[in-house]
């Protein structure tokens, strides 16, 4: 499964794409939970979203490993 990360998700794992093992991670939120054990980082940012072939996910979608995932950065306006 390859994840796409952006803007703070980019800073916090030093890397721009992350390829996970899909039988560990099968939702969404069990996608959340692992990048904030493996990145504690991520907790300050518990807002962040997930984006799934390019559409917001709810926690509970289903992952089969072959959907364009992104991790979206929490965004503030002015």
Do not use: H, R, W
Not at 38 to 51: D, L, V
Not at 55 to 64: K, R
């Amino acid at each position: 499964m390859k994840v796409f990360c952006f803007g703070m998700a980019k800073d916090i794992t030093g890397l721009s794409t992350l390829d996970l093992d899909n039988e560990s991670v099968s939702t969404v939120e069990e996608l959340k939970n692992y990048l904030i054990a493996a990145y504690p980082e991520f907790e300050k940012y518990k807002s962040f979203m997930i984006a799934v072939n390019q559409s917001y996910a709810n926690n509970d979608l289903v992952l089969n490993g072959t959907e364009e995932i992104a991790i979206i950065p929490p965004v503030s306006g002015g």
